[in-house]
Structures are given as structure tokens and as C-alpha cells.
């Protein structure tokens, strides 16, 4: 029996011109999305039309909390103690809980923003500060974070349900983390290729890392990012070679 | 029988050293407390702080809404349209319900702040979209506004419990609204005077207007300020006074 | 003598992977660059950025200040006294020039953000607020403003230099404003459409409008969306178009 | 011949009602005030007002650049780089210095805020971004920092001026360092007992620590909180206290 994979992205971060039409765009392809919620990007406007439109289309509604910094899109690193982790998920986490119950739908997932989902990676206590918001919130939601990481385990021992993430179109390191941005083969641009790769490794639970080394990388879920030209066409392409081997697509 | 009166506060929007001190403080005198919700001024830690006082206080917790203008505190207005009002409120009731939800408390009451209240008095499609943001949320909670204005008007016309607000240390004009901030008598500095105005109005319906016209004001819940020195004094002794002359002080 | 022509563009606005290029690649064609000045949008690392970069590809370099709302992108009309206006673009003048002085470069001219840039046509005391900001300032910069309106009145009044701006993919309205973008026929797409239509508009002064009225608009600078898919292509063949007719492409 | 001192207050940093007349109390008393810049606290209003009246009172006028964390009062630590950090400071000095402009005043000073004050301590490469921002400015200003501390070396190594700051209500640990806020002896609240510790400190450089550890100290600026109730006629008696001794109070 072929494990099933779920298609994440995350909307609602853009207030240029154009954005709007791409997320809806999107909402037709990925199972889940992850929703701004005002801290690090978006505001009430995106967030009641997103969710609104995930409704609408039968798409897993998670919330996607940053840092407060929306000046730098929430990518620096805060020093906050595990307290203060935890209330700012509450916060973001009640703020889109309140859309989803405007149009019906129901909070399914939380995946923290840049430097937070970081932060759960590095310290122990703020992944479980995440995990606690979120079970407090609600013990049935699921935790998406780095396949293999902190964040996950944390869910984990609280009892909550998690989703293993995996990145499409980035690269990996020997150790299973992700290769920075700040380096030059992070990214990965071709379509074909990002496709055989994600197929691949959901077929077998096997990726290769930037040195050549063969990861085993649980996945049940796989990032999506809509914000570069033609990311859309991607993305579809993506979702059809896996449906066209057969892997189930659908939410965790 | 004498007609019961609430007393609320506007709670967790200072930053400054002291501030939350002086917030414990009112919690133990006023029998309601609105808490800034991160736009106008407020933050996850203020929320998750206020709250958890207020729970353990038993005092009626409420929602205090504003703009997205942290840089003014909420005080100037601005062009949006009822959807965007609407979005907004929801935003920030599902935020703050959030933490009533984590300390066992549960949301009594909204009550828009600053440009918010303004805005609602002048543009009956504001009011509305207040009271249809509140009424989303729970058709059980009760919305504070201006006495005789347009937002508790709305309320009542979208089925939701209301409670007039009145203001002791503001004056008021013929017209029953209050004497702008920018002007020299906006303000009543005297405790005494004040808890003598406040005691003749919850007994008689009857408030004197800065030219001397006699107004006749329903009041529910009296709004308090507790950023000035000695407020909390001030307050005590209104308080003081009101259960002397055998009004009962409790939410609405 | 042909009139030359100046080309614009909104630089430092977006946050998400893939901007910073676009920018750069922006800048080997426009010829003044106008800088999100950090209310609206935009940070010091942008405008660090694309001020080093504009002075390095000899473009002038523009204050684009906004609304301090960037949550909403600097679209919703405030209710600001004159006072309020002129110092919010004080303020953002003085932090881009700082970054001007850092990399050798100058500030060259002002050209407000949305709903600021539409609250000066429609408020006198907003247009002069901000004229006296940018007099105050320098006496000699340069205001950009819509073609024909009160911006560029306040701003001559005053004893600026000014620049009348027009709108390369956007309609016009037949008494010269634009069609605003919530109606359909808002927007042009078709590359050499625009392209015929701009050279027109600077070798004639006339440009028709969407119910066919042919409008004289003075034209000294022109300003062009770099934010959707393939606008570098579109601005690169409207500038080649310009150049090709012996229209000479510079800074007012 | 007694070494003289300065009174330092940071200003413009709260937007409750009473806060600008506090603000304009402190004025006649400090001799050099800092001005909140809009990234932790204050905003073009307060920065235009509160130039304005240290313009009229001869105040020196310091920026007081924050981290961009409006939410939570610039308190916590953020992960950026040293360009990151020079432009923070570049930005925020750029923007006061336009209303110093304004008011025929000039920038004297700059003294970092809150966790940025702090990072500059614990880190040289932040140290040194903030000084090169100030001398990048201007290599005539002059940096008020924790007095021994790494921010005042880096400002010495660029050749920039630099005040050695002491707090008048704060202790200090046997190594020089503030009791940090969370420890129940951090703060000092006898007006008498301060000002006499102050004097001691200005006239023999020694101050006591904590545990009776006698400290050595510079100290050219004190800083001095006027945000709690009475600060204003505790900083009054402060000075009133040094100018008793003869000790000359001006602008370092």
C-alpha cells in the first residue's frame, strides 16, 4: 500500500498586486495551506478571504505563526522564553480560528513561519512552548514541521498528531537539514527534476543530499512555494506525476 | 430598585515599567475589563497576563478592538470598508478568546477602542459591521458603546445584549456627546465631584452637560481610566461611593 | 525639440524570495527609482540595498513615503491633520536620505504611496503638508505627482520643482483621473499597446481616455509596475520603444 | 576642578494621555534627552514635538534607536547581522536628525534602546555596526553607552566621542554589570538615597555594588527614568543635589 502525501503551501503572505489571484490558484492544487496570521505577514483582509476560499475548496486550513516582525517577514531569530512562544502561537492560532468558524471550516493544522519553525528546530523548550499552544488550543490538531526534527517530537510527546515535512524545491545536507538559502545550490528550478525527486521519495522514503549521501526522510507532507514566476505550472506538475503513480494526495 | 452599574476599564495597553502593576491593581475595583488585542496597542504576553488576572479575579472579560495603527495608539480614523471592520474585530475577538479559553474564562463583552468607538458613532455601516463581527463570534456576548449612540443601536438591531457606556471623568455636550480631548474642560480631575456626578447619574438618569443642559443618559457601565497618577484612588473611591449609596457594582 | 521623458518604478516594496532581483534587474532600465520607506513597506535592508544599487547604476533616487500602516500596504486613507502628514514625510525623507549620504548618493525627489499619494488630490492641506515636508527638507528636490493635480499645484506653490507623472498601464477617466482598480477595465496588459500608447502621450500630449475622450496630459515621468510576471520585458520594450523615437529618456 | 555631569532621559517613548507633558517637565530638567525613533516606541509626532521643545529648551538632542519590535517595547534580542544592525541605526539617526533639521537644532548623541543597548554589550560586531553608523553620519556625534562597557570601546576604536553612562535608579553586580529587572533588588526607589549615591559616584568614581563590592566607575551621563509616578520631582531633587555640591551639570 502506497503511504499517501499531502501538497502544503503557505498563503496569504503577499500584498502586491497579482497575489490574491495566485494563492487562489493554488488552492485548486495543494490539500492544505498554511495561513499568515498577521504577526510576520498577512492581516484580517487575507486571512478571511483565504480562508474563505479554502473552504470553499475542501483544503486543510492550518495557521502558519511567525514572529512579530513584520518588518522582516519574520526571519531573524527573537530571544523569547517558552512562555512568550507559547502565547504568540495562541494568539495567532485564535486569530485564524475565528475565520474558520466564520465560513464553516475548522482549524486543521499549525506550521510555525521562518525563524520560528527554526527556533523549534534549535531549542527544545520552544518547540514544546508550539506544541503546548497548539494542544491547549485543541488536542486534535496536527503539528507540521521538519521531517526529523525537534518540533515534531515535541508534538509528539504531547500527544498531539504531527506531519512530516519535506521541502520540493530545496536541497538537503548530509545530516537531513535544509542546505540555507544563502547558499548557491539550495534551490532546485526544474520542474521534471523536482518532480522525479518527490516521487521518488515517497515511493521509497529515500532522497540524496547535497554530498550525494541517501537520506531516509519520512514524508507526509511536501511544501509548496507559490511566490516565484511560474510556480503555479510547477506545482501542477508536480501534483500530476504523483497522482499518476498512484500516491494518494490528500491531507494527513 | 435600584438599577446596577458596571465598572470597566481599558486594560494592557502600556508597555511601560509599572504598567501591569497598576493593571492588578483596577482588577481587584472594576467589574469589567477590556483588553487591548495587539492592534491599537497590547500583545500576546499583555493578553495572556490580563486575562489570567481577570479569570482569577472574576471579573467579566472583554474584547477591546482597534485599528491596526500601533504607531497612534488607535486614534486616527481610517477608510474602510464594513467588510474590513468586520475582518478585524473578528481578528481580535478570536485572539483574545483564545486566552480566556487557556486560563478557563470565557469573552463577555466587546467594546471597540479609540478611532474603532468613533467610527462607529459616525458610520452606521461601521456599527454594523461591529456588531455583525460580535454576533459571528457568539450571539450571547454584550457590546459596551456610547450611550444613545449608533453602535449599541446596531447591536440591538443584530439581537446581541448591549451595555451604555458612560464616562466619568469626561464632560459631555448638550448634544450627549463627549467634550473633544482637545478641548480645555474635556476633563473632570476632581475625585469627589466626580463620584458625586457619577452616583447622581446612576440614580437618576440625569448628567449636566458642560453649558448646563440636563441630560438624560442611560448607563449601564461606567468607563474608568487608570493611566493617570492616582487613578486607581480615584477609582476606588467612585467605587467607594456607588456601594455606600446601595447601587450594585457588577458587570452587566 | 522632442520632451524627454523620465521612467519611474516603486522599488524596495516586497519581502518575498525573488524581489531583490526583480529590483536590480528594474534598475538598468527606469531611470529615478522611488524607495518603500518603511511604513507602508519596506526596511533598512531594503533601502540600504536598492539605495546602494541606485547609486550605482546613476538613477535618482526618490522618497516614497506612505502611510505608517503595513499591514494594509499603505491603501487606506487616514484621518491625518496637516501637521501629522508633514512630519510622516519628514520623518521618511530623513531616513532614506541617510542611506543616500551613506553610499554617495542624493536624494532627487518625493513621490508619495498610495492612499497618501490619492489624499493629497483630494485635500489641499494634504498636498501642501507634504510640499512643505519636501520644501523644508530641500528646496531643491523634485515632486512627483499625478498629471493635472493638486499635489503638483501645492508642490509648485511652494517653489518645488515638480514632475507630472503618468500612469504607463493604467486607463484614465475622461476629466484625467484614473480608472480605479476595482473596475475591470483598470488595468493594460498588452506590451506594445502601452508602448504605442505612451510614445503617443509624449509626442503629442494626448492620450485617450476609456469612453474615448482625448485628454492633454502633461507628461514628465512615467510610471511603471514591476511587480507582476514578465513586467521587466514590458518595461525594457516600452523604453526601447521611447528610444527608438528619438524620445530622450532621462531624469526630470 | 570637579568633573562635571549630564542628565539623560529617554523621551517620547509613550503615547498615553499625560505622557507629552511629563516629557515636556523632564526637558527643564534633563541636559541631554533621548528621543524614541519609531522602531521600539514614538513616532513622527512625538519625534517633531519633543525636537521641537529640546530645541527651545537647549537640550541635546540623541537618537534612541530601537530594535523594530513595536510589540513588545524593543526588549528582546533579535538575530541580525552586522549590516543589519548598522542600518537599523542608520535609519532611525537619518529620520531624527530631519526634525533636528527642522527645529534648527542638530543631532548631539546616540544611545542605543532596550535589547539593542544590551546586544551591543554582549556582542563586539554589534558594537561596532552601531558605531559605524553613528560615524558614518557624523564622526562629530557622540555615543552614550554602559559606562565600561563594549559599546563605548568599538565608538573609541571608530574615533567617535563617547559618555559614560550610570544609572541613578538601578544597582549594579560586584562586576559592573545592572541587576537585571527580574531580581527583586534591581531597583531604587529613595530619592534621598540615590541622590546621595549619585553625588558619591560623580565626586570619587565609586559606587557600591550589590553586595557591597566597592565599583570604580566613569561616569559622564546619568540616566535617569522619568516613566513612574513622581519621577519628575525625584530627578529634581537629583539635580538640585549635584548643583549643591558644586558639580557643574551640562551636556558632556
Same mark, same amino acid.
Given at each position: 500500500m502506497i503511504r499517501p502525501i499531502d501538497l502544503n503551501a503557505d498563503l496569504g503572505e503577499c500584498l502586491g498586486p497579482g497575489a490574491p489571484e495566485d494563492d487562489a490558484d493554488l488552492l485548486d492544487i495543494v490539500t492544505s495551506a498554511n495561513i499568515?496570521?498577521?504577526?510576520h505577514a498577512g492581516n484580517p483582509d487575507t486571512m478571511a478571504r483565504t480562508a474563505a476560499r479554502a473552504a470553499a475548496c475542501g483544503v486543510a486550513l492550518g495557521a502558519h505563526p511567525g514572529l512579530p516582525d513584520r518588518q522582516n517577514f519574520g526571519r531573524h531569530a527573537m530571544a523569547l522564553d517558552a512562555d512568550q512562544v507559547c502565547s504568540l502561537v495562541t494568539y495567532q492560532i485564535g486569530a485564524l480560528a475565528a475565520f474558520a468558524r466564520r465560513y464553516g471550516h475548522s482549524l486543521h493544522h499549525v506550521k510555525p513561519h521562518g525563524a520560528l519553525y527554526h527556533m523549534a528546530e534549535q531549542d527544545t523548550a520552544t518547540a514544546q512552548a508550539i506544541a503546548l499552544a497548539v494542544w491547549e488550543w485543541d488536542p486534535q490538531l496536527c503539528v507540521y514541521g521538519l521531517s526529523g526534527g525537534h518540533l515534531l517530537r515535541a508534538a509528539r510527546e504531547q500527544g498531539l498528531r504531527t506531519a512530516a515535512e519535506v521541502f520540493a524545491d530545496r536541497t538537503y545536507q548530509p545530516d537531513g537539514t535544509l542546505t540555507p538559502? @544563502?547558499?548557491?545550490?539550495?534551490l532546485l528550478y526544474d520542474p521534471d527534476f523536482v518532480a522525479e525527486r518527490m516521487v521518488q521519495l515517497v515511493m521509497t522514503g529515500k532522497l540524496t543530499a547535497v554530498d550525494g549521501t541517501e537520506l531516509t526522510l519520512a514524508a507526509d507532507t511536501i511544501c509548496l512555494h507559490g511566490? @516565484?514566476?511560474s510556480a503555479v505550472e510547477r506545482i501542477r506538475a508536480l501534483r500530476d506525476a504523483l497522482v499518476e503513480q498512484g500516491i494518494p494526495v490528500h491531507r494527513p
Open positions: 499568515a496570521c498577521g504577526f538559502r @544563502t547558499q548557491p545550490d539550495a511566490d @516565484t514566476p
